[in-house]
């Protein structure tokens, strides 16, 4: 991982709100979750997931964030390939959406023929 002024200064970030004993709200655990994403390390951001009031709600952000970024793919004229197929079926599976899963499966196998 490439330890740049972004991650530092946002880890930085990290430390002081922890310090100041400022609780881990839904909104603050997203941007968390966002940041160390962008970053790089998932560890970090899977422990944020976990510390975060209710992940639940964390996670069904993240689903809507995944779906989006499909779309605008899409949108973009960027054919999905499986790996993308993947988390998009894995997020809508982990939040218990079955249905929109079986959705995207449908559209991996029948429109970009796409074997699962």
């Given amino acids: 991982m490439e330890f740049n002024g972004f ?3 946002h880890t930085c970030v990290d430390a002081h709100i922890q310090k100041i004993g400022y609780t881990l709200h839904v909104h603050l655990g997203f941007a968390y979750i966002y940041m160390y994403a962008k ?17 639940n709600v964390v996670l069904l952000i993240l689903t809507m964030e995944a779906v989006r970024l499909f779309k605008l793919m899409i949108k973009e004229g960027i054919k999905p390939n499986e790996d993308t197929f993947m988390v998009v079926l894995n997020v809508y599976s982990h939040a218990g959406f079955i249905e929109k899963a079986c959705k995207y499966l449908s559209l991996m196998k029948e429109v970009y ?4």
């Fill in 39 to 55: 970053c790089g390390s998932l560890n970090a951001a899977r422990m944020i997931v976990k510390q975060t009031i209710d992940p």
């Fill in 7 to 9: 991650w530092v200064k």
């Fill in 113 to 116: 023929c796409i074997k699962p």
